[in-house]
């Protein structure tokens, strides 16, 4: 899936060989995002005192009403704290077009520099790309548009609906299209568009907008606004959500990758947030692992773990590069990963020329890491080790979050005050008018109901000495290996190294024990065979440490995000994130708050759905 090219004309118009179209009119791409799209929905004046604006467009192209869109947001003192910007593409462009469409506009470069930054890994299906300490979220749907229309969900406030003349790509302007746009209208949603085509107009008048003519920019006479103001009761598939008009408090129990998380999400949109654990300090369960491991997992029918670990990771890689120092916290180093079947296979199209960012490894990635050349492999370029608890504590340092150590949350009662958090002792712990429940395993004290199994895991980890040669890449398989990881809270310049690790489930026995640790030896030693004779005199000398934690993880190995019970009051879940909380602690955080606030989902509905607790 190439990147679609853009002819750019002697005037600097950018135009479509795929449509015989140009991008904007002649008159600047600027002032038609602020007049037709803008102008015609009453932004920024109509967002003004408002908790969040959710802006729906159909044809994403440069990214200049995005950019525009997000620049009138910035410089408004009256904006919305978050700002939803969700746009269907079929064809997005390379990232040298975007810079140079908004190369034109000085407030608007950069923005588009920004944007470029994230703009990787565009396979078809949703990517949610944030920015400004993700107050200003985008959804980009990467495919047909009825297909992508008919995978998100939620209220638009505003309606751009942009793409190439109706002649020219008459899918974007179908009345089927149309009507799937009329289904995220409420009540005063406006619409704005450049085209004044009858059909248009006819298709949008039958789905209930009122519609008006306005000015359009030369050489266009007309450009088209309008609102959503059915004369008929519009009716919903299901009963409506209930969603959350005003942040309030919310006590958050655990403080591990999910709490963290979840407490971060929920602070950016105004919540007074308070995680409690019953340990002293933050990532003191299974996400207090040394260090971590970041990767997707990819399958050849690009299966359903693979579409969500890839969202996952891009939601966790946005945080880390906002809040952690690479190469101390975590860093980009890429992953590969030995495949024990022999089976090195990725979904047909893929290749090292992307946009996916999985592959078989090259003869020279696997020499470079001290492997045959014909080791079956892959490589993952979008892939890290991370410290988990540095970013927990940069997670619970946001504003408006409190974290109490010592707190053992034993029973909540609900009253018409809220909820009330108990100690055993029945003391008073926290007050809250929402609760989410991110305790690991220990979530089932809480939610009894939910498949929650616990699997313990032990690795081996020590410092590496002058004698051991470890390959500076990760590498994962049947077990993993990290290495040249810098131990930032012990000696300076100390490097450390982690394996592992072992999967006991049904287990809680933190107390290591000598069969993992030979198992963990014996797994390095099928990982890289040089590694392990490298580390054998680490071994024998009893230099070699051991740390165990334990997961939880759900009757399909799946997250668990979603209410428990039926009652707007529920307690949530947000768990069972197995032995990848890295990769989907921030996804399923925002997965959540997505729910509450009625916000567009990052996820395709149906993957969505493939976390909900609703699906036991």
């Not at 750019?8 to 950018?14: F, I, K, L, N, T």
């Not at 609900?414 to 007050?431: F, P, V």
């Not at 890289?528 to 005199?537: E, F, G, I, T, V």
Request: net charge neutral; charged share 20%; proline share 8%.
């Amino acid at each position: 899936m190439a990147a679609e090219p853009v002819t750019w004309r002697a005037d600097g118009v950018p135009r479509s060989e795929r449509f015989d179209d140009i991008y904007h009119t002649e008159t600047g791409a600027l002032a038609q995002s602020r007049h037709v799209f803008l102008g015609g929905c009453g932004l920024p004046a109509a967002w003004a005192g408002r908790p969040q604006w959710r802006i729906l467009e159909t044809g994403f192209g440069l990214g200049l009403n995005f950019l525009t869109t997000w620049q009138a947001w910035r410089a408004d003192a009256g904006r919305p704290r978050m700002l939803h910007f969700v746009s269907v593409e079929a064809h997005p462009i390379a990232p040298e077009d975007l810079l140079r469409a908004a190369g034109a506009y000085a407030e608007l470069l950069p923005l588009a520099e920004e944007l470029v930054a994230q703009w990787h890994g565009l396979l078809p299906g949703f990517h949610r790309l944030a920015f400004d300490g993700g107050r200003v979220l985008l959804t980009l749907c990467i495919g047909d548009v009825q297909a992508m229309l008919r995978a998100q969900r939620f209220e638009a406030d505003s309606i751009f609906l942009d793409g190439f003349n109706p002649q020219q790509n008459p899918a974007m302007w179908l009345p089927d299209t149309l009507k799937a746009v009329s289904r995220f209208a409420r009540q005063g949603t406006g619409l704005a568009t450049w085209t004044f085509a009858r059909a248009v107009r006819d298709a949008l008048q039958q789905n209930g907008f009122q519609l008006e003519r306005r000015p359009g920019l030369p050489p266009k006479r007309d450009c088209l606004g309008g609102v959503f103001s059915p004369a008929w009761t519009v009716r919903r598939r299901g009963p409506a959500a209930e969603h959350v008009e005003t942040p309030g408090r919310c006590a958050v129990i655990g403080a591990g990758l999910a709490g963290a998380a979840v407490a971060a999400s929920l602070a950016r949109r105004g919540w007074r947030v308070t995680v409690l654990d019953a340990a002293d300090h933050p990532a003191s369960g299974a996400s207090g692992l040394p260090v971590g491991m970041l990767a997707p997992h990819v399958s050849p029918d690009d299966a359903l773990l693979s579409r969500l670990t890839r969202a996952g990771i891009r939601a966790t890689w946005q945080e880390l590069a906002r809040l952690l120092e690479e190469g101390r916290d975590w860093r980009a180093s890429g992953v590969l990963e030995r495949r024990p079947d022999g089976d090195a296979r990725v979904p047909a199209g893929w290749s090292d020329s992307g946009p996916n960012e999985s592959w078989p490894a090259s003869p020279a990635q696997l020499t470079a890491v001290d492997l045959p050349a014909d080791t079956p492999a892959l490589w993952h370029m979008r892939a890290a080790w991370v410290k988990p608890h540095r970013l927990i504590d940069a997670w619970l340092s946001e504003p408006g979050i409190v974290f109490r150590g010592g707190s053992p949350v034993a029973r909540l009662t609900h009253s018409t005050t809220g909820w009330q958090l108990l100690d055993a002792a029945d003391k008073l712990l926290a007050e809250a008018d929402r609760v989410v429940i991110t305790a690991g395993f220990e979530s089932g004290r809480f939610a009894p109901e939910l498949p929650l199994q616990p699997v313990r895991g032990q690795v081996a980890w020590g410092r590496m000495t002058a004698e051991a040669a470890l390959p500076t890449t990760p590498l994962n398989g049947d077990g993993h290996l990290i290495a040249h990881v810098p131990h930032t809270e012990g000696t300076e310049g100390a490097l450390l190294w982690l394996a592992g690790a072992t999967f006991d489930r049904d287990s809680t026995d933190l107390a290591p024990n000598a069969e993992d640790a030979t198992a963990n030896r014996e797994r390095l030693a099928r990982l890289h065979p040089a590694a392990a004779a490298s580390l054998a005199p680490a071994f024998e000398r009893g230099e070699v440490n051991a740390w165990v934690g334990v997961r939880c993880a759900s009757g399909d190995r799946r997250p668990l995000v979603g209410p428990l019970g039926a009652d707007a009051n529920a307690p949530w879940a947000c768990t069972a994130l197995g032995s990848r909380g890295l990769s989907f602690a921030a996804l399923c955080a925002e997965l959540l708050v997505a729910q509450w606030h009625g916000e567009p989902l990052p996820l395709p509905a149906t993957l969505a759905k493939a976390l909900g607790t609703q699906r036991l």
